[in-house]
């Protein structure tokens, strides 16, 4: 493609030179721009090539070695884990928790669809060492549903939190 437009380009030098005397500057000028305008003309197709990243590493990895644990916000409300609840609940993050059919769900609102996605995995994980639900429920996992839908968004289990 490159070859083409040199190509192009030194023909029309050809022209230019082996142009006759007889020919103004004037003429010339508009024969190169005929040709320019025949030869090259607007583009035949527009070509998009969007930035395509890499797959993206897992962020699970990033967290690995991180320091929280639900006891720093018990500390944070002096040592009442209801008034941490009562947060979540006061905040639109969690709008109910109830049992179907033996299995814990934990109905979440628009809050905690606003959160980050460790926050979200805090915020559960607090809630399931709060009432042991992985350490002592006959069926160790938290089915989380959206308070508008009937449909799960996600489990969380022993090895973490998992949402659609």
Not at 80 to 91: E, I, K, L, R, T
Not at 110 to 138: C, I, N, P, W
């Amino acid at each position: 493609m490159r070859y083409f437009i040199v190509f192009q380009v030194f023909i029309m030098f050809l022209g230019v030179v082996l142009a006759p005397d007889s020919a103004s500057a004037g003429d010339v000028g508009r024969a190169i721009g005929n040709f320019t305008k025949y030869i090259w003309g607007p583009p035949q197709s527009d070509v998009v090539r969007p930035y395509l990243e890499d797959a993206k590493i897992p962020h699970n990895a990033r967290w690995a070695d991180d320091e929280w644990s639900p006891k720093d916000w018990v500390d944070a409300r002096g040592g009442d884990a209801v008034a941490v609840v009562n947060g979540f609940y006061s905040a639109g993050i969690i709008a109910d928790q109830y049992f179907d059919d033996d299995v814990p769900v934990l109905e979440v609102g628009q809050g905690f669809l606003d959160l980050g996605a460790q926050d979200k995995r805090r915020v559960v994980a607090f809630m399931d060492e709060v009432f042991g639900v992985t350490k002592f429920a006959e069926t160790p996992v938290i089915l989380i549903y959206f308070h508008k839908r009937d449909k799960p968004i996600g489990v969380f289990t022993a090895q973490g939190l998992q949402l659609q």
